[in-house]
């Protein structure tokens, strides 16, 4: 992956890797353009996800065929942060220089570097998923989910009530994998469960071997990773052929990835904000996106920012003056906030009460397991309230 030494040549490369749609601002004119911008890891040495900006091109396309919002059409503009902070930063930096409306992602592990960019204009981060305290406590934040926590507290919870009693916790090096590890142990133990192993993999690790060896010896009956998907492939199979029949907890892989590992897949259960890509309830986001580009990936990616754009069109809709603070003042009052692919409206006038999570609106995590094809979701979402009061206290 690009590593840069100084903030300057992040920017000058973020610059670099911007694209837009359009010249003109979100200024609030009577029809001027409503302009998003996707800020997400699109390519990088260790992964990237394209697909966001075909996600977020397609709710665009979808709601300017109908018009626009209000008569306002969407532009998108898109920056890959390359899986660097400082080039994440920059991103932030061009979408403030650029009067932006709004910001949305597929992933990116830095929103604690944009958030405190987009805070000097009140630009609104939607559809992030928040894994540092800057992210979670940022008022400009609107996550859809649980963030990294919940979802891989979801699983946890999922993989002890499926008779796990004994788990193996492995997370990246990033101090936000190594923080999300630490509460999907805590949360074990509360449900009662041991924690009988813990270790961490570097995202460009060429051999998982012995961490693999040392998970099995310590007798761990499942195991939970908050690893990068490069790397998560790799463990899973060296897993399955080390213990062919032992659970391994994770997020943010989808089909066509868990397809690659081939009858390992049998032993994964994935915590997810939103319901599986072969759901009924993403018909209407797989339709759209494939209208827009037949060729996209349906991910929880491109899914992400396809809602994220959605979610700033509903915000918008009604105002006087559309800009950034009048869309982040909409979305701070907004009560019942429809997101496609999940099972119920968001609230995001009302965070749920857990110490340290001021953003968290919803609780629910979807929880699916493997068939060899598709992931299936179980039959109810997780609800992990109880659990992260449990392991943080209540707000």
């Not at 040495?45 to 065929?65: R, W």
């Not at 008569?71 to 920056?79: D, F």
């Not at 609780?363 to 699916?368: A, E, I, R």
């Not at 068939?371 to 659990?387: E, M, Q, R, T, Y």
Request: glycine letters at 8%; aromatic letters at 6%.
């Amino acid at each position: 992956m690009p590593i840069f030494t100084a903030t300057a040549v992040a920017a000058v490369t973020a610059v670099a890797a911007c694209s837009s749609g359009g010249s003109s601002d979100s200024s609030g004119d009577s029809k001027s353009p409503i302009k998003i911008m996707v800020i997400s890891t699109l390519q990088s040495a260790a992964f990237g996800f394209p697909e966001a900006v075909d996600g977020a091109e397609a709710a665009a396309a979808k709601i300017n065929a109908a018009g626009g919002v209000d008569g306002h059409q969407i532009e998108i503009s898109s920056c890959n942060d390359q899986f660097d902070p400082n080039t994440a930063s920059a991103c932030a930096q061009k979408a403030v220089s650029e009067k932006l409306a709004g910001v949305v992602t597929g992933y990116t592990s830095y929103g604690n570097k944009i958030l405190p960019v987009l805070a000097a204009a009140k630009i609104p981060f939607v559809g992030l998923i928040p894994a540092t305290d800057t992210e979670w406590k940022s008022s400009l934040a609107f996550p859809f989910g649980a963030g990294s926590t919940g979802n891989f507290t979801g699983v946890t919870i999922k993989l002890y009530e499926q008779g796990c009693k004994k788990l193996g916790s492995i997370a990246s090096v990033a101090a936000a994998s190594i923080d999300t590890g630490k509460s999907v142990e805590n949360a074990f133990k509360h449900l009662g469960g041991e924690v009988v192993y813990t270790a961490t993999i570097p995202p460009t690790a060429a051999d998982v071997s012995p961490q693999v060896a040392a998970l099995v010896k310590s007798g761990a009956e499942c195991v939970v990773t908050t690893i990068p998907p490069a790397v998560e492939l790799s463990f899973i199979k060296a897993a399955y052929a080390a213990a062919p029949d032992m659970p391994i907890g994770l997020a943010g892989i989808d089909d066509e990835v868990a397809a690659k590992v081939g009858p390992a897949g049998k032993n994964i259960v994935k915590g997810d904000t939103a319901y599986p890509a072969t759901s009924n309830e993403l018909k209407p986001f797989v339709e759209a996106l494939h209208a827009f580009n037949a060729s996209a990936a349906v991910s929880s990616w491109s899914l992400n920012a396809y809602d994220g754009v959605e979610v700033i069109a509903q915000a918008a809709k009604g105002l006087d003056k559309v800009d950034a603070a009048s869309i982040t003042a909409a979305l701070s009052k907004s009560t019942s906030v429809k997101v496609t692919g999940y099972p119920e409206p968001i609230d995001f006038s009302k965070p749920q009460p857990v110490k340290g999570l001021p953003r968290l609106f919803n609780p629910n995590v979807v929880v699916s397991h493997f068939d060899g094809k598709h992931f299936i979701a179980f039959p109810k979402p997780v609800n992990v309230l109880s659990a992260l009061q449990a392991v943080r206290g209540t707000a």
